[in-house]
């Protein structure tokens, strides 16, 4: 994570996650927001690939620097 806050997977409780495992995301692909200070951050992805795992629960509180995907680059 790059900051300290609250990890969403979807823009709204009833809207669908922006990723699931599996999924293939490119460069630049909204993976989750953080909620930081009641600003919505998206995080967006940083290399093209696959999404191997979803490492945090939606709604958790994630810390500075804690991964949030693990992700295999193609």
Do not use: H, W
Not at 25 to 47: H, P
């Amino acid at each position: 994570s790059p900051m300290v806050g609250t990890f969403y997977r979807s823009a709204s409780p009833t809207a669908a996650s922006f990723v699931e495992e599996g999924a293939t995301v490119k460069e630049g692909d909204t993976l989750c927001i953080i909620e930081a200070m009641k600003m919505m951050n998206e995080i967006e992805a940083e290399l093209d690939g696959k999404i191997v795992e979803i490492l945090v629960a939606n709604e958790s509180a994630v810390e500075f620097g804690q991964p949030l995907f693990l992700i295999e680059g193609v």
